[in-house]
């Protein structure tokens, strides 16, 4: 999974919107914090996986961030750019939000990226 992880996590274009690109030590530490995000929160990022093909194209979860100095639920997602733009991250953000309410019963969710990410902040009828 580390080498499919760095397809996405250490691509510049893929990773514009976040802090920098990650080199290969940077992935195993993500990976590393996400499986402690498990063990202490019971949740954290999946695989993106498209159903024909089984092919990777990024990762999608629920992680806990400190917001203002608020320790709160937040989806985060990260495509490889070849697979931006065609519903992909909207269907995983989807599912993990619904999984955040039903299942894990948090009263809030929330998602947050940079403001020149504008595909990201659009809601589903195309508005900002």
């Known amino acids: 999974m580390?080498?499919?992880?760095?397809?996405?996590?250490?691509?510049?274009?893929?990773?514009?919107?976040?802090?920098?690109s990650f080199?290969?030590?940077?992935?195993?530490?993500?990976?590393?914090?996400?499986?402690?995000n498990y063990k202490q929160d019971k949740h954290g990022l999946w695989a993106v996986i498209l159903k024909d093909g089984g092919t990777f194209i990024g990762d999608c979860g629920i992680t806990i961030q400190n917001i203002d100095g608020e320790r709160l639920p937040e989806i985060g997602f990260h495509i490889i750019k070849e697979?931006?733009?065609?519903?992909?991250?909207?269907?995983?953000?989807?599912?993990?939000?619904?999984?955040?309410?039903?299942?894990?019963?948090?009263?809030?969710i929330l998602s947050y990226t940079t403001l020149n990410n504008i595909s990201c902040r659009k809601n589903r009828d195309g508005n900002l």
């Open 83 to 108: 697979y931006w733009n065609k519903g992909y991250a909207t269907e995983a953000a989807s599912a993990c939000k619904e999984y955040a309410f039903n299942i894990l019963n948090y009263p809030k």
């Open 2 to 20: 580390d080498n499919e992880l760095s397809k996405v996590l250490s691509d510049p274009e893929s990773m514009q919107y976040y802090h920098h």
């Open 23 to 36: 080199n290969h030590e940077e992935v195993k530490d993500w990976i590393e914090w996400n499986m402690k």
